[in-house]
Nanobody, 128 residues
Framework: QVQLVESGGGLVQAGESLRLSCAAS????????MAWFRQGPGMEREFVVGISWGGASALYAPSVQGRFTISRDNAKDLVALQMNSLKPEDTAVYYC?????????????????????WGQGTQVTVSS
């Protein structure tokens, strides 16, 4: 049974940092592209960042490029998102997503329907 459990959300002030984690279980994590999406109030769920299963390729949304960093530990089945210089517009529920379908090593999709499993989400609130 595939499970994704996010942690690390919270309330911070603008300019501060947070680190989100996603613990995965139930399938071959090391061969799956992973991603973080977010959904703000009244907004569509949007792609934030993704990482290939080998970890060599990462794709960032322009709005977070240079501030957020994704990483993965295939030995521990973990993916993390380091968020620096947070802005009020980063306020959202952040979701971890896994693509368990067969993927080539460097593949990092941005579309929601390219991912097969989702975590329950963790709230990030950035006050001004």
């Amino acid at each position: 049974q595939v499970q994704l459990v996010e942690s690390g959300g919270g309330l911070v002030q603008a300019g501060e940092s947070l680190r989100l984690s996603c613990a995965a279980s139930g399938w071959a994590f090391s061969t799956s592209p992973m991603a973080w999406f977010r959904q703000g109030p009244g907004m569509e769920r949007e792609f934030v960042v993704g990482i290939s299963w080998g970890g060599a390729s990462a794709l960032y949304a322009p709005s977070v490029q240079g501030r957020f960093t994704i990483s993965r530990d295939n030995a521990k089945d973990l993916v993390a998102l380091q968020m620096n210089s947070l802005k009020p517009e980063d306020t959202a529920v952040y979701y971890c997503a896994a693509r368990t379908r067969r993927s080539w090593r460097g593949y990092v999709p941005k579309e929601k329907d390219e991912y097969d499993y989702w975590g329950q989400g963790t709230q990030v609130t950035v006050s001004s």
